[in-house]
T-cell receptor
Framework: GAVVSQHPSRVICKSGTSVKIECRSL??????MFWYRQFPKQSLMLMAT?????????EQGVEKDKFLINHASLTLSTLTVTSAHPEDSSFYIC????????????????FGSGTRLTVV | AQTVTQSQPEMSVQEAETVTLSCTYD???????LFWYKQPPSRQMILVIR??????QNATENRFSVNFQKAAKSFSLKISDSQLGDTAMYFC?????????????FGKGITLSVRP
């Protein structure tokens, strides 16, 4: 089945530094990946849609300059939290689905295991 | 825009019993998909079951089945023979049938606890 790998699983960084989170589709290609943020006991909040070879589409209220997304290949998207502050501490999750025609297409999105970011 | 409503924040069930989680949605789309995802304490999102709107037959996956009422825009999940490992947060989700870049719209989720 489709597997999405997300790294790191946990990261602690100092306030003012930047952190990069990687999301890889291991056994399929994905032109689109999604990045979510989740607070404890709450639902997933879509931050942005990552498009391979083009600019990401951000949801309303999400700062583009703070959450930089790069989707350089069909198997890798990265989220960089720039100049992180304690309020950016959260659980970040990515998801992807195979390309149309690929095995598992429209079967449901596969999610990475998430990254717990703590900014101190 | 689509909305997904899960009105029950928490439920509890005795091991081996059956529990039903409710979900309603609102959309003007005619062709779409509905999903139930499970998020256990590990926080890994796991697909439980999927339903295509054009299919009248309710989806089933082992102990998990849905009651899909398209006219009522209702999509409930029934868990039979509940197991301790079913303890998790469950999210109902909607997706338009427009291709690989279709977003998932999630409900607020429900925390299910299975009691031994």
């Amino acid at each position: 089945g489709a597997v999405v790998s997300q790294h790191p699983s946990r990261v602690i960084c100092k306030s003012g530094t930047s952190v990069k989170i990687e999301c890889r589709s291991l056994d399929f290609q994905a032109t689109t990946m999604f990045w979510y943020r989740q607070f404890p006991k709450q639902s997933l909040m879509l931050m942005a849609t990552s498009n391979e070879g083009s600019k990401a589409t951000y949801e309303q209220g999400v700062e583009k300059d703070k959450f930089l997304i790069n989707h350089a290949s069909l198997t890798l998207s990265t989220l960089t939290v720039t100049s992180a502050h304690p309020e950016d501490s959260s659980f970040y999750i990515c998801s992807a689905t195979p390309l149309p025609g690929g095995a598992g297409y429209l079967a449901g999105y596969t999610f990475g295991s998430g990254t717990r970011l703590t900014v101190v | 825009a689509q909305t997904v409503t899960q009105s029950q924040p928490e439920m509890s069930v005795q091991e081996a019993e059956t529990v039903t989680l409710s979900c309603t949605y609102d959309t003007s789309e005619s062709n779409y998909y509905l999903f139930w995802y499970k998020q256990p304490p590990s926080r890994q999102m796991i697909l439980v079951i999927r339903q295509e709107a054009y299919k009248q037959q309710n989806a089933t996956e082992n102990r998990f089945s849905v009651n899909f009422q398209k006219a009522a825009k209702s999509f409930s999940l029934k868990i039979s023979d509940s197991q301790l490992g079913d303890t998790a947060m469950y999210f109902c989700a909607f997706m338009k049938h427009t291709g690989a870049n279709s977003k998932l719209t999630f409900g607020k989720g429900i925390t299910l606890s299975v009691r031994p």
